[in-house]
């Protein structure tokens, strides 16, 4: 239990650090709808087509040796 305190105090030096700072002044190259919901969407769909294919693919390899 010795390590809480030494944790602690980094946690706070890290947040009295942190909060001192400006926000940075560029927006963001890319935002809107398109990329927060409907790229994440088609990438989840993309990825679990792809972990349905290979589980129907690989399935039922003990079966067939």
Do not use: C, H, N, Y
């Not at 190259?29 to 790229?39: A, E, K, L, M, Q």
């Amino acid at each position: 239990m010795s390590g809480v305190p030494g944790t602690v105090a980094a946690l706070a030096l890290a947040v009295a650090q942190d909060a001192g700072r400006a926000p940075l002044p560029a927006e963001p190259p890319i935002g809107g709808p398109g990329w927060t919901v409907v790229v994440p969407a088609l990438l989840f769909l993309v990825t679990a087509g792809g972990t349905w294919a290979l589980w129907r693919r690989f399935a039922d390899k003990d079966e067939d040796e």
